[in-house]
């Protein structure tokens, strides 16, 4: 079993900056894939960024891409998201999730039912 816990949402302006993360905890998390995706108020849930445990390769959505990084401290068994140059259309729930399939970013780690962990979530609001 692996445990996620999200933290660092809020309430922020446009062009401000966030950085969430997630603590993980179980059996064999920093094998694998960790994923962020986000879900807004009546849409699909949607892959932010991914980031391999094992060899920290990274892949971003183009829609965030040049404004959010993903990063992974082993140490402290976390994977944060940065968000910058924040726009009210990134106004969602934030979810982070372990992709326990693969150890490799590929193209499967974009789709979210190849996630079999997932966080509670935490919210993320851009105000104009």
């Known amino acids: 079993q692996v445990q996620l816990v999200e933290s660092g949402g809020g309430l922020v302006q446009a062009g401000g900056s966030l950085?969430?993360?997630?603590?993980?905890s179980g059996r064999g998390f920093n094998s694998y894939v960790m994923g962020w995706f986000r879900?807004?108020?009546g849409k699909e849930r949607e892959f932010v960024a991914a980031?391999?445990?094992s060899d920290g390769s990274t892949y971003l959505a183009d829609s965030v891409k040049?404004?959010?990084t993903i990063s992974r401290d082993n140490a402290k068994?976390?994977?944060?998201?940065?968000?910058?140059?924040?726009k009210p259309e990134d106004t969602?729930?934030?979810?982070?999730?372990?992709?326990?399939?693969?150890?490799?970013?590929r193209v499967g780690v974009?789709?979210?039912?190849?996630?079999?962990?997932?966080g509670q979530?935490?919210?993320?609001?851009v105000s104009s």
């Open 92 to 105: 969602a729930v934030y979810y982070c999730a372990v992709d326990s399939t693969t150890s490799i970013i």
């Open 51 to 53: 980031i391999s445990w």
């Open 121 to 125: 979530g935490t919210q993320v609001t």
């Open 77 to 86: 068994n976390t994977v944060y998201l940065q968000m910058n140059s924040l």
């Open 66 to 68: 040049g404004r959010f």
């Open 19 to 24: 950085r969430l993360s997630c603590a993980a």
């Open 39 to 41: 879900q807004a108020p």
């Open 110 to 118: 974009l789709k979210p039912g190849e996630y079999g962990y997932w």
